[in-house]
Structure formats: structure tokens, C-alpha cells
């Protein structure tokens, strides 16, 4: 055999072992529509237009309507996933649809809403955390649609915090600053008032927490408006009953508590061993694309 025929051989031999190689990805895909459907799209562009509303509001100095605006958002997300399971209209385009208005809402608004109100007034590491928390709410909503499209099952707790909790901790924050610092009449819990300007001054490593938290391991349980709408037991009945009397007598104080509670409630767990119900080995019997872009 010549050289030339022995460089055929080899190059026959490489094409070959080319054509075995096995698909990149062999994962079963999610059995989901990819029409676009009207309905849950208008409720997740209405949770983008609250998101680009605060940030319009953020420029002009109004962190109260600024952060108003992205609890409405979220109370927006709910209700679009809400109405695409009740109506099966679950599509490819809408979970890549609420992503981008997650991302805007819940990342981006909230940051520049903090940037305004508190970092802008340290400029060697105001502008990088700020950034950080917008990395990080873009990467985890990147993971967690990488997730879908592999097809990979729901789990009944997110891994990682949700960015409408991140996002919400700080809007609330906003609310309650603006409230006790124009002084306007509300119903309020002296206590949780008094920790108001202590959270001010911890704001950068709170939101450094927020933003590691967003893309950690740490495990937080899901929590459905199906489920509220339909407790399993007495007891879930009175306390879904007490939160809702709390929060309409005491709107923004017992808001924060849930979320402060939300996102503490996730540490602890991880590190005391507690995790969400679903953990043990249990598939959530969801859509497959319930809750990915989260």
C-alpha cells in the first residue's frame, strides 16, 4: 500500500466514525403547542408594560409607582400561566414570550428602580451590583428554558429562586421607603417600619444575594393560584383566608413579610435540611413547560 492509499484509508476511516456520532441532544421533547395563543399572551404583555412602566417611573424619581408597577407585574405572571393551563393554550411561544417579560419586569426594572433610589449613590460598585442582578435573572430564566426545550420533566419546587420573588423583595422595599419617607397614611406594622431604613442601608448585599441566589441550587416551593383557589385542607383554608385579611388591612407591610419569608424560608431549608414538598423523587403532574422561564 502506498501513501496515498494509506491517507484514503485514514480519511475513510475518520468519515466514518464521523457518521456514528450520536445526535447532540436525544432528550424527549415536551409534547407542547407552538401556535401563539391571544389570551395568556395579552396578560404576559401586560406584565411587560408594567415592567417598561417602572422603568419610565424609575427615571422621574416615582419609586412608588415605580415599584407598584412591578407587584402588578407579578400579580400578571400568575394569572397568564394560570389562564394558559385552565384554557390548554400552553405554547413554545409563550414561555419564550413570558421569559423576555420576566427579564424586563423582574430583573431589570427592580435593578434600575435600586440603582436610582440607592447605588447610583456609590458609583465604584453601585453600577456592578445592579448589573450582577440583571446577569443573573437572565442567566437562570436562560437555564430554565435550556431545561424546556430538552424536554427535561417539571419538578414540583424551583430550584433556585424564582425572579418574580427577587425582583418583588426589592419593589416592596421601594413601596415602604417611599411610603415612610413622604410620610403618607397607611396601616402598618411599627416593627416591620422600623427595619425600613436598617434595609436601606444593606440594599447591595442584599441584592448580591438575591442575584446568587437566583442562579444556586437552593430549592423554593411552588405555589399555584389554583391551589389557593382550591385548598386540600382546613388549615390551608384558615391561613389562605388570615394572608388575604392581612394583606387587605395591611397591603404593603404583610407583602414584604411573604416575600422576606419567601426568600429566607429557601436558606433555611437548604441549610437545615428542609426541602419544598415534591422533592423525594416526585414528578409535579404539570404541564411541561409549567413555571421553566420562572
Keep these: 500500500m502506498n501513501v496515498r492509499d494509506l491517507i484514503r484509508a485514514v480519511w475513510d476511516r475518520g468519515s466514518e466514525a464521523q457518521l456514528k456520532v450520536p445526535p447532540a441532544s436525544t432528550a424527549p421533547r415536551p409534547?407542547?403547542?407552538?401556535?401563539?395563543?391571544?389570551?395568556?399572551?395579552?396578560f404576559t404583555i401586560g406584565n411587560m408594560a408594567f415592567g417598561f412602566f417602572s422603568l419610565v417611573k424609575s427615571v422621574s424619581y416615582e419609586f412608588g409607582a415605580a415599584a407598584?408597577?412591578?407587584l402588578l407585574g407579578h400579580v400578571l405572571d400568575i394569572l397568564d400561566g394560570t389562564v394558559a393551563r385552565l384554557t390548554k393554550t400552553t405554547s413554545r411561544f409563550g414561555?419564550?414570550?413570558?421569559?423576555?417579560?420576566?427579564w424586563l419586569t423582574f430583573s431589570i426594572a427592580p435593578s434600575f428602580l435600586m440603582y436610582q433610589l440607592v447605588?447610583?449613590?456609590?458609583?465604584?460598585?453601585?453600577?456592578?451590583?445592579?448589573?450582577?442582578?440583571?446577569?443573573?435573572?437572565?442567566?437562570?430564566?436562560?437555564?430554565?428554558?435550556?431545561?424546556?426545550?430538552?424536554?427535561?420533566?417539571?419538578?414540583?419546587?424551583?430550584?433556585?429562586?424564582?425572579?418574580?420573588?427577587?425582583?418583588?423583595?426589592?419593589?416592596?422595599?421601594?413601596?415602604?421607603?417611599?411610603?415612610?419617607?413622604?410620610?403618607?397614611?397607611?396601616?402598618?406594622?411599627r416593627f416591620v417600619m422600623n427595619q425600613v431604613p436598617m434595609f436601606y442601608e444593606v440594599v447591595p448585599a442584599v441584592m448580591l444575594l438575591l442575584s446568587l441566589l437566583m442562579v444556586s441550587d437552593v430549592r423554593y416551593a411552588k405555589f399555584k393560584a389554583s391551589n389557593l383557589l382550591r385548598p386540600r385542607s382546613l388549615r390551608a383554608l384558615v391561613l389562605t383566608v388570615l394572608a388575604g385579611l392581612m394583606i387587605w388591612v395591611y397591603p404593603q407591610n404583610v407583602i414584604f413579610i411573604l416575600y422576606a419569608f419567601y426568600v429566607v424560608w429557601g436558606i433555611v431549608s437548604y441549610f437545615f435540611g428542609r426541602t419544598p414538598r415534591g422533592e423525594s423523587g416526585r414528578v409535579a403532574k404539570d404541564d411541561p413547560l409549567d413555571s421553566y422561564g420562572k
Design 95 to 102: 414561555v419564550e414570550l413570558d421569559s423576555l417579560a420576566d
Design 31 to 42: 409534547p407542547v403547542r407552538r401556535g401563539i395563543y391571544l389570551l395568556p399572551a395579552l
Design 68 to 70: 407598584t408597577a412591578i
Design 119 to 189: 447605588l447610583k449613590d456609590n458609583k465604584s460598585w453601585g453600577f456592578a451590583i445592579a448589573l450582577l442582578f440583571v446577569i443573573c435573572g437572565a442567566l437562570r430564566l436562560a437555564r430554565f428554558n435550556l431545561k424546556a426545550q430538552m424536554g427535561e420533566s417539571t419538578p414540583g419546587f424551583f430550584l433556585g429562586l424564582p425572579t418574580p420573588a427577587a425582583g418583588g423583595m426589592l419593589a416592596i422595599f421601594a413601596l415602604l421607603y417611599d411610603v415612610m419617607e413622604l410620610g403618607k397614611p397607611i396601616k402598618s406594622f
